[in-house]
């Protein structure tokens, strides 16, 4: 799930704990907008971790030695 998923699944949530005003038997409306916004809160934490470790330069492991100081064989 990329970053825009997890923010349409917070607002979604968001719509359906504080703009709704549904009554149902057997699921309650509240509850389930609570339970998206966490895991889209949750999916944007992952993917922030994610993307901070592509972004992250390791250095280079051999030693780099300018063109004009080699010495060919």
């Keep these: 799930m990329g970053l825009g998923g997890c923010i349409l699944l917070m607002g979604a949530g968001a719509i359906l704990a504080f703009a ?3 009554e149902m038997d057997t699921v ?6 609570w339970i998206m916004m966490l895991v889209g809160l949750i999916g ?3 993917y ?3 993307a901070r470790r592509r ?3 390791v250095p280079p492991t ?4 300018p063109e004009d100081e080699r010495r060919y064989r």
Excluded: H, K
Aim: a negative charge; glycine letters at 4%; zero cysteines.
């Design 62 to 65: 051999t030693t780099v030695v």
């Design 20 to 22: 709704t005003d549904w």
């Design 55 to 57: 972004r992250m330069v």
């Design 48 to 50: 922030v971790s994610i």
């Design 44 to 46: 944007v934490f992952v």
């Design 28 to 33: 309650n409306v509240d509850l389930v907008g």
